[in-house]
């Protein structure tokens, strides 16, 4: 059976680039009939975030990641998080020293610099040649600090074939001896990794292209310990721009951040399935359920991609205008709550004229900023050359529009094309001036009488006659 993995560190937000991984590792799992497994990988105590555990767990569940085993679903492979899986990975490593696939070493951070200041380009097995096992067992016994190096061959390459980049070679000689065991004993990531992937029955590893030269490290390893290999399915970065990756260390996109800014859950994962992978068929709009039908590798590309946030407002839209109006009033009225000149207005009719205008919830604030500007009204914008108006025939207009407005109330719609005929004006002039009066905005998300029925008769009685006034 396949199975695969998502094993992010809990070092804060969802970034983007990480819910792709998971997003392909679930779609590749599920596509396959297999399983799909969270481990949380927080060796790295010094990283780890407050929170960041719940965050993860909360983010798969909204965006319909559901995994088969995990820290908070169980399964028969846990514990599913690495700092309780400790002695494991400490007697792993003691097998690989008495083996010689590993060893102790002592060397100071001084030490360390002072090769790099050298200009060693990795370290120099120094520890591995000159302090014999009984003298490091002696030193350890002392209460030495100590990490666990691996001992990779000096001589020779390294083959092994990635599912998407076909056969990679490295050189062993290009590797170094990297650390297993950090001095506060526990696994660094390229060993704990390994050791969780073999005991959880991983059989595609799923991860950044970043890992594709390391990779023979983690081989080595398996090598060592006589287990088989897994598959390797390596995905190239996100782009910010042609030069520089999206990047969690700078406060690059997360999940949460769209959510924010008023994007739909589905239409996040629709979006961030297309960086680095497109179907057969070329189409872009598809629902988890259709992804898992159509994910395959040959799909997957071996070019980077970039983030490209005016596509993800289109895709978004889209998702946007198949709402229901009960279910955009719902998801849109979060954001109405930052702006106070919203407040006394019909906010569920105000959802059905922004509805087919919105592409994501705040969207909200430009679409509306106008109603807050009223007062600094701008009377040029009664010119309209294709109406022939002017702030001087909306003069003229104003108070018969005032009056209609005050005792046709109820008939609106049809008194004011009325009145536009038995006055000899055009109903397009009528209109117009009706609005940049109510409105003075020369775009709104609705025309004369629909400003008017969000606004009420007495707040749009108010309104015309300030507008006339502005007029002298």
Request: glycine residues 8%.
């Amino acid at each position: 059976m396949v199975r695969t993995r998502f094993a992010p560190s809990p070092t804060g937000f969802l970034h983007v680039g990480g819910l792709r991984t998971a997003l392909y590792a679930y779609l590749y799992a599920k596509k396959a009939g297999g399983k799909f497994i969270l481990r949380i990988e927080d060796t790295d105590l010094e990283r780890t975030v407050p929170g960041a555990v719940e965050l993860i767990y909360r983010t798969l569940h909204e965006t319909g990641l559901h995994y088969d085993e995990g820290p908070d679903v169980g399964g028969a492979y846990g514990p599913y998080v690495q700092t309780e899986r400790k002695q494991l990975y400490l007697d792993y490593a003691q097998q690989l020293i008495k083996s010689g696939d590993a060893y102790y070493c002592f060397c100071s951070k001084e030490r360390l610099g002072q090769l790099h200041e050298n200009g060693a380009t990795k370290y120099d097995k120094h520890c591995l040649h000159n302090v014999p096992l009984k003298e490091a067992e002696r030193r350890i016994a002392a209460g030495e600090k100590y990490v666990i190096r691996q001992n990779i061959p000096a001589e020779g390459v390294s083959s092994y074939v990635d599912l998407v980049f076909g056969e990679i070679r490295v050189d062993y000689n290009d590797l170094e001896d990297n650390i297993l065991i950090k001095s506060d004993g526990y696994p660094t990531y390229n060993f704990a990794n390994v050791i969780d992937d073999h005991l959880m029955g991983i059989t595609h590893v799923i991860r950044g292209v970043e890992y594709l030269s390391s990779t023979p490290k983690y081989n080595l390893l398996y090598d060592a310990l006589g287990w088989e290999r897994p598959q390797y399915i390596h995905l190239q970065p996100i782009m910010r721009d042609a030069h520089q990756k999206l990047s969690k260390r700078h406060g690059d996109a997360n999940y949460e951040d769209f959510i924010a800014k008023g994007y739909l859950k589905d239409a996040i994962v629709n979006y961030i399935a297309l960086l680095g992978w497109s179907p057969k068929d070329n189409r872009e709009k598809m629902t988890l359920a259709e992804m898992e039908e159509l994910f395959s590798l040959d799909g997957v590309s071996k070019s980077a991609s970039i983030f490209d946030e005016a596509k993800m407002r289109w895709l978004n839209s889209l998702y946007v205008k198949e709402l229901s109006p009960q279910e955009f009033h719902a998801k849109v009225l979060p954001f109405y709550a930052p702006y106070a000149y919203l407040q006394g207005l019909d906010l569920a009719y105000l959802s059905t004229l922004l509805h087919g205008r919105t592409e994501v919830f705040t969207d909200v604030g430009k679409l509306t900023a106008f109603i807050g500007a009223f007062d600094d009204f701008d009377t040029t914008l009664y010119t309209n050359a294709k109406w022939k108006t002017d702030a001087a025939l909306a003069k003229q207009m104003l108070p018969a529009l005032i009056d209609i407005a005050d005792k046709q109330w109820e008939s609106l719609h049809e008194a004011l094309p009325a009145y536009a005929e038995s006055a000899g004006y055009k109903k397009g002039q009528v209109l117009w001036i009706f609005r940049i009066a109510l409105t003075n905005a020369a775009s709104t998300p609705g025309g004369a009488t629909e400003m008017a029925t969000l606004f009420g008769k007495a707040e749009s009685l108010r309104r015309l006659r300030y507008a006339l006034s502005r007029l002298g």
